[in-house]
Nanobody
Framework: QVQLVESGGGLVRPGGSLRLSCVAS????????MGWYRQAPGKQRELVAV???????NYAESVKGRFIISGDTSYNTVSLQMNSLNPEDTAVYYC??????????????????WGQGTQVTVSS
C-alpha cells in the first residue's frame, strides 16, 4: 500500500504563515503529480496547488501570490508554504499524489493516493 504522511498544520492568526509537508512511501513507483487539496466545513474539496513531474506548477486563484508549492516527485516529497493566511483558508488540507502504485486492494495501476489530512485553522 501507499502512505502519504502530512505534517505542519495548526492554529495561526490572520496574516501569519504555516508550512505543510508531505512524504509518500510504500508501493508507489512513479509520481506524475503531487500536491494539496483542502476541504472547509460544508464545502467541497478543492485544489490548492500541485506540482508535476516536469516541475510545472498549478495554483488555485485564491492562493496565488500567497502560497508556494515546492517538492520533488522523484523523491516523493511536497511542501506548501502558506503566507498571509486569512480565515477563509481554514480547512483540512490533504496531500495527494497521482502516480503508478498499488492500491488498497493490491491492484497495480495509476491511481490518486491521499493522506489523512491536517487541520489548518486561521483565527484571532
Amino acid at each position: 500500500q501507499v502512505q502519504l504522511v502530512e505534517s505542519g498544520g495548526g492554529l495561526v492568526r490572520p496574516g501569519g504563515s504555516l508550512r505543510l509537508s508531505c512524504v509518500a512511501s510504500g508501493s508507489i513507483f512513479n509520481i506524475y503529480t503531487m500536491g494539496w487539496y483542502r476541504q472547509a466545513p460544508g464545502k467541497q474539496r478543492e485544489l490548492v496547488a500541485v506540482i508535476k513531474d516536469d516541475n510545472s506548477l498549478n495554483y488555485a486563484e485564491s492562493v496565488k501570490g500567497r502560497f508556494i508549492i515546492s517538492g520533488d516527485t522523484s523523491y516523493n516529497t511536497v511542501s506548501l508554504q502558506m503566507n498571509s493566511l486569512n480565515p477563509e483558508d481554514t480547512a483540512v488540507y490533504y496531500c495527494t499524489a497521482h502516480g503508478a502504485g498499488v492500491n488498497d486492494y493490491g491492484e497495480v495501476g495509476d491511481y490518486d493516493f491521499w493522506g489523512q489530512g491536517t487541520q489548518v485553522t486561521v483565527s484571532s
